[in-house]
């Protein structure tokens, strides 16, 4: 509907457009805007970075000038650690109507790529290192933020898991990987929540930058997924205009660009172009445009700050993660209590790059303490300074101050330049001040609590058993300080859970060898096997396991029921389990749902999150948490036969308060319903016959003789009893005991054909015709 009331006719408006008018529509006015066609009433669209806050720049031809005052949520590395959809819907609501406020269309955000290394530079701004989390987190804040008329733009599409080189290295990635880890939390968002548009990667993908890369932004996208909105380009991330737009790319941001506008012009007059690849980008851009421009919205043009900041407070309490209590937890009102670190004063509260907001206001965590600590004395040290440098006076005054206090709290926060979009950690390591100042402290006080703010994971293991207890704090948001006091007083019971795991050293990370790659290429040579389902296969113990966190209270499950043990792949299974609140405090507990694959053609982790709830629970109150796993719980990918499948057999449901804690499981027998076609060919193993539902139908009769020849070889005898009463497509291959269980290995992985040759003198017909007759019968 345009503002007049008649309804927007997009192809009849496409059909009006010139040449020219629709390539200037598919690149940017400004660095923030779409090209308005005054002529045809086209508004522009009015983007702006906004992960976790509105940076609006009163000038949309600058991208540096300081941006409009709005509140700073956590960041996405935060975010995820609360497991929680109805609350990050929330925060999109609220995202959404700061937006509205500034007369922002659409918000560059969230970022759901995987953490593949926890030493990129930019994981505060992505979620997980787990593509159900991710993407149904993300999913839950777009559709907040998208309720309210105001879009997002997913990023970055796809496989960009780093910062070193990110504008020219290529991600090799094979594909069964691609689908499996890295796009999945993408096609989660895009058939949840259809967000109005998608943010290109800068980088190469297998070759192809991703900003023209056909096969991701048309075949899988557009086409297999039903994507609706438009793909825009990471700032700068195009290289060449008319090659972007025939490979799936609508939007080339920012503008404006007369070079690249006129080089569609000449592109589609030289026939190097269609004008129906350039009309379809135009639809895509209109639609949202029209969308955005005809959505009923408040005309406030203010937002309520300080109910946003109550609700960035809310939201922080919510993420913070317990690691560690010995008891001390949550601290009485009273005695004598050491504040002691730079951040206490000086709030860690987001990291570096684009996605820096300007914030309202911002808690300052050592005034938050005071203000819940009642009739408690609450003195304040220093103890590092704010860069890298080393200063022992800073240690010695903060020592003073613990050991003469009944509890000492130590805000350790990284350096502001070294987690920030642009480059690459290059270590997990705390500064060394920091962990001097963290093990000179708990020498002298040993009821210290260790309050960490980072994007991210960081090395504990020097120190670790030296303080009572820990919290994972995040880049908390500008109401962080007060959250964290709300915890440390038993205000607010944590719930956080932690969404990438803590591994004992960097060395033992599964992108070790391979993370940041040589020059512009990097290998994912891990594959499947990111975060703790690498730590699973390798039975690695790291140091907190992915979905771990402490709390005031303790839980119980009991009654798992599965809706039936066995059941059809596109029926799908549900779950039912018993949720107990066994302390004496209210609190809440993430229960996550895990899936084991008994038996698989091809290897699988050893167990993969499918899904998972939130559940709050008073003192002694049960409640059953129902959970339905459908097809794509017991899938995988399968390169060959190009999609997803679900094989018959045996499939674990464990259920778990995190990766390493299963309270309970159950069996289930699946039966798939899909007819795949066969991928027996004349290389095929024997082993690969044998597999083949078909073709071990057909193999057996020429099986059973193969066998028998080398069984009297060895000098076994042919049992004949297994034919009894049974037809040639029922009898099942038997393996004589005389082969050998090693020569069998062998015999299962050499290709037919090959042991049909070495015996051809024998055979009735050559080995050729032998196999290609079987595979006729197929």
Known sequence: MRSDGHTVDVDALIQKMTLAEKAALCTGASAWTTTPIERLDIPALLMTDGPHGVRRVPDVNSMGAPSLPATCFPTASALAASWDVALLREMGQALAVEAIAQGVNLLL???????????????????????????????????????????????HFAANNQETRRFTVNADVDERTLREIYLPAFEIVVKKAQPWSIMCAYNKLNGTFCSEHKQLLIDILKDEWEFEGFVVSDWGAVRDRVAALAGGLDLEM?????????????????????????????????????????????????????????????????TIVLLKNEGLLPLPKDGYIAVIGRSAQAAHIQGGGSSHI????????????????????????????????????????????????DVALLYIALPAAIESEGYDRTSLDLTPQQVALIKAVCAVQPRTVVILNSGGVVAVDAWFDAPAAM?????????????????????????????????????????????????????????????YRYYDAKALPVRFPFGFGLSYTTFAYSNLRLSSTQFKDMDGLTVSVDVTNTGTVAGKEVVQIYVHDQQAQLARPPKELKEFAKVGLQPGETKTVTIALDFRAFAYYHPGHGQWIAEDGDFDILVGASA?????????????????????NRHSTIGDWLEDPRGRVVFAPLYEQMMAGLSTMFGGEEDDSQHDGKSEAQVEPAEPDAIGMDMMGFLRQTPLLSILHFQESALPAPADDIVDGLLAQL
């Not at 907040?144 to 733009?153: E, F, P, Y």
């Not at 070079?259 to 895509?284: F, K, M, W, Y």
Request: charged letters at 20%; proline letters at 6%; aromatic letters at 8%.
């Open 109 to 155: 955000g969230p970022g759901i790529n995987m953490k593949r290394s926890p030493l990129c530079g930019r994981n505060f701004e992505y979620f997980a290192e787990d593509p159900l989390l991710a993407g149904e987190l993300a999913a839950a804040l777009i559709s907040g933020i998208q309720s309210q008329g105001v879009g997002t733009s997913l990023k």
């Open 254 to 318: 920012p503008g404006p660009k007369a070079r690249r506008t006129q080089e569609v012009i000449d592109a589609v007059h030289a026939g190097q172009l269609s004008e129906e690849s350039l009309n379809e980008a135009a639809r895509r851009i209109l639609r949202i445009v029209f969308k955005a421009a005809t959505f009923p919205k408040p005309a406030a043009s203010t937002f309520d700050a300080e109910a946003h900041h109550a609700l960035a407070r809310r939201i922080a309490g919510e």
């Open 358 to 405: 300007n914030p309202t206001q911002v808690d300052v965590p050592f005034a938050e303490v005071q203000a819940l600590a009642g009739d408690a004395e609450v003195i304040y040290s220093q103890g590092y300074p704010a860069g890298l440098e080393f200063d022992q006076l800073l240690i010695d005054a903060a020592v003073q101050t613990a050991q003469d206090a």
């Open 471 to 531: 919290l994972q704090a995040w880049m908390m948001g500008q109401a962080g300080g007060g959250a964290i006091a709300d915890v440390l007083f038993g205000v607010v019971n944590p719930s956080g859970k932690l969404a990438e795991t803590y591994p004992l050293r960097l060395a033992d990370t599964p992108a070790y060898l391979n993370f940041p790659g040589d020059k512009d290429q990097v290998r994912y040579g891990e594959g499947l096997y990111i975060g």
């Open 660 to 680: 390493a804690d299963i309270r309970c499981q159950a069996t289930a027998t699946l039966a798939s319903t899909v007819e795949l076609p066969s991928l027996l």
